[in-house]
């Protein structure tokens, strides 16, 4: 595919280790990628700038949420460290061929559980129950190529098969 044009998730499904959760609303809230940051100032800088720490990221949190309280959502709360892996089907637009074309998307995250939200009850409504985890490691690839892989517990960050920490791991 030459010069596709990213449009959408035609569908996805999230699993736990190998087990297909059943009963996930329309959207997950994926990781922010923050930088964790330190003000520099001082003699020879005109003002100040926030110099990113390389590798470095602030709390990073993933909800999970469903339609109902389910024995999934106590599952999620036990502290295995098992992963979780979103499996899509990425939409993207081949000028080249004049068509639409799908790649596969996979997210495999790890982390540890933060807590559930039970949600609301409602006569005849979802409880829209959310459990929150705390992520540890990301692994992001399309269509077969590692884009990110990013480990805090392991120093590792990996971007587009750009090894970021490597040299400073070596160093330490």
């Known amino acids: 595919m030459t010069n596709p044009i990213p449009e959408k998730v035609i569908n996805y499904n999230v699993y ?8 996930i609303t329309s959207e997950v809230t994926l990781p922010n990628f923050e930088a964790m940051t330190e003000t520099m100032s001082g003699a ?8 990113a ?7 990073q949190t993933i909800e999970i949420p469903f339609k109902t309280i389910t024995d999934q959502s106590f599952s999620l709360l036990k502290n295995r460290g098992r992963s979780l892996v979103l499996r899509a089907a990425q939409q993207s637009y081949d000028m080249s061929e004049g068509r ?3 790649r596969p998307l996979k997210i495999t995250l790890r982390g540890q559980p933060k807590g559930v939200n039970l949600g609301t009850m409602s006569v ?19 269509d077969g190529r590692t884009l990110l892989e990013y480990d805090k517990l392991n120093f590792v960050y990996i971007i587009d098969g750009e090894d970021i920490l490597g040299n ?3 160093m330490i």
């Open 100 to 102: 639409t074309q799908s």
């Open 44 to 51: 020879g800088i005109a003002g100040e700038y926030e110099s």
């Open 16 to 23: 736990d280790d190998t087990d297909k959760l059943v009963g």
């Open 168 to 170: 400073i791991r070596n």
């Open 124 to 142: 005849g409504g979802m409880t829209e129950t959310t459990n929150s985890l705390e992520i540890l490691y990301v692994k992001i690839e399309l």
């Open 53 to 59: 720490t390389p590798g470095h990221f602030a709390s």
